[in-house]
């Protein structure tokens, strides 16, 4: 009687234990697979990011040469302001 008790006890144990590492490689196949999905999304967002880094070039350099096109006209405006003063009222210097 004490031998099967113990040989029930044994079977016990090692089904407990298969469960334990059937659980372990199920969760391991979950981390590998969550893994994967991190690593395609990071690779997704880097290319993103650099494709949005180029824009912002693109667009910061379109904003200095915008910015050198008001300068420009304000001067000029400036300039005729300036003009048209000076022939309103010749005896005025601006």
């Known amino acids: 009687m004490r031998r099967k008790r113990n040989n029930r006890g044994n079977k016990r144990k090692m089904n407990k234990e298969i469960d334990n590492l059937e659980n372990l490689e199920e969760k391991i196949s979950q981390l590998v697979e969550a893994y994967a999905s991190l690593k395609n999304e990071k690779i997704a967002l880097t290319e993103k990011l650099a494709q949005k880094e180029m824009e912002l070039k693109g667009l910061m350099g379109k904003v200095a040469v915008l910015s050198e096109e008001r300068e420009t006209a304000r001067v000029k405006v ?10 309103i009222s010749p005896g005025k210097t601006g």
């Open 78 to 87: 400036e300039n005729l302001l300036n003009r048209i003063d000076r022939i």
